[in-house]
């Protein structure tokens, strides 16, 4: 039986009875919905005049609204009339249409159209997106969850939990002595939530505490828990290229499955340096909108997983493209999946790396009950690995009745100065 069988509030998911896609599918409307259960989503509904509908997420966290109106002043209306079918053209025509080129705002707002798209295609033709791109090549998906405490010895018990909760790869994030809010260091259990206040948040940073003190995390953490669990940490941007080739050689003998965001990547040569120091291997990419932001360090092999993932990078037509491209040169998948993608984002993640080839792993965090809620999905968390839904397109739904009870909160993401004053990467 499926999710939708026993659920007598799960969409109907037989579309493809009464539509298929011999004629055109119009769309008539497209509507921005923005909600806030527990924190913000922004959420695009394309309908069409045969009463098949397909939703993608618009979400960027800390400044939402400048993709609502990207959506409603300049995307929703060339929409009207179009044929919903031809998802690699409205793609090239938003794209190329634009003249302005990439940036987070305009490829979020075409990872919306994008994925509302393929699932108004899933929802035609009656099949789930992982068959349309090729069936599966594995029945689950390895995620890793985020483990995090002030000190060291929270840390450590939080990784026994999510061991406890049978994950098998972790990321794993501390305090450092003497620098309140260290990056990645949350308040709850299972929740990390940074875009903490409508205005932005003052943190203080030092990457030399920062430097001497992570290595003695991951020492207790392979002391505690031995050579089985992946660990994971994310270095979110703070460092210099030398310093992050320091912080990935200290952290060799540890055996990491990946150091991420160690120094940020608008110069992908930077990562050049990184790369001749260490071994240990180097994921980037979460704030990556297109394939040209990763290019040289996929071909030049500087990194071992990419991070890009569908909200951020246009959708699943151009994810597919960086993933192609990655293959060629032996760089895996490895898709963001923090709280601020919804939970569209999640279940058209998931059924792409239920294909991909070269998948590498995939984020999760898990988001809040009323985030669940308003979302109504069919994937699922088993020991460790996320099995994608089998109803057609991606398997995600909005319930907009709930979702207009949590109206939207102005939040911010933190921004980070050196202990001298200076303006740096959060
Ligand atoms: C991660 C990330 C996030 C980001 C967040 C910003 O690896 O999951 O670094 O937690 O900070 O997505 O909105
Ligand atoms: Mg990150």
Not at 81 to 106: M, N, S
Not at 203 to 211: A, E, F, K, N
Not at 247 to 276: C, H, M, Y
Not at 367 to 373: A, F, G, K, L, R
Request: glycine share 10%.
């Amino acid at each position: 039986m499926s999710a939708a069988d026993s659920d007598p509030n799960a969409p109907e998911t037989d579309w493809s009875d009464r539509i298929g896609v011999s004629r055109p599918l119009v769309i008539t409307a497209a509507r921005v919905i923005v909600t806030s259960p527990g924190r913000n989503f922004v959420t695009l509904k394309i309908e069409t005049d045969q009463g098949v509908y397909g939703i993608g997420d618009a979400t960027l966290n800390g400044r939402e609204l400048s993709v609502v109106a990207y959506l409603n002043e300049h995307i929703c209306p060339l929409l009207i009339g179009r044929d919903a079918r031809r998802i690699e053209d409205t793609w090239q025509l938003l794209y190329r249409g634009a003249y302005w080129r990439r940036g987070p705002v305009t490829m979020r707002a075409i990872a919306a159209v994008d994925v509302a798209l393929w699932d108004i295609k899933g929802k035609a033709l009656g099949a789930p997106l992982h068959e349309l791109l090729g069936g599966k090549s594995r029945d689950r998906v390895m995620v890793y969850g985020h483990a995090n405490g002030s000190d060291i010895g929270e840390t450590v018990d939080a990784v026994g939990r999510y061991i406890d909760l049978g994950y098998q790869a972790i990321r794993a994030q501390t305090g450092v002595p003497g620098l309140v809010n260290a990056y990645g260091v949350g308040r709850g259990e299972l929740h990390y939530e940074p875009a903490d206040a409508s205005l932005p948040t003052e943190t203080v940073w030092d990457t030399r505490r920062y430097l001497a003190h992570v290595p003695k995390l991951f020492e207790r953490l392979r002391d505690t828990y031995g050579p089985e669990p992946r660990l994971l940490h994310d270095g979110h941007h703070r460092m210099t290229p030398l310093e992050a080739a320091q912080l990935g050689k200290s952290l060799e003998p540890f055996d990491l499955f990946w150091l991420e965001d160690v120094t940020p990547a608008e110069n992908q040569e930077a990562f050049r340096l990184i790369r001749q120091h260490t071994t240990t291997p180097l994921a980037v990419g979460e704030v990556f909108n297109t394939i040209w932001d990763c290019k040289d360090l996929i071909q030049e092999q500087l990194i071992d997983y990419i991070r890009a993932t569908i909200v951020g990078a246009g959708g699943l037509t151009h994810l597919r493209r960086i993933a192609d491209f990655a293959s060629v040169w032996g760089v895996r998948t490895g898709c963001h999946g923090a709280t601020d993608l919804s939970p569209v984002t999640m279940g058209t993640a998931l059924h792409f790396d239920a294909w991909v080839p070269n998948f590498g792993i995939q984020e999760y965090m898990r988001h809040t009950p009323e985030t669940d809620e308003v979302f109504p999905h069919d994937y699922r968390f088993e020991a460790g690995f996320m099995i994608p839904g089998e109803r057609p397109g991606h398997g995600v739904d909005i319930d907009e009745t709930l979702a207009a009870r949590f109206p939207y909160v102005p939040r911010q993401l933190p921004v980070a100065r050196l202990t001298d004053g200076t303006m740096w990467n959060w």
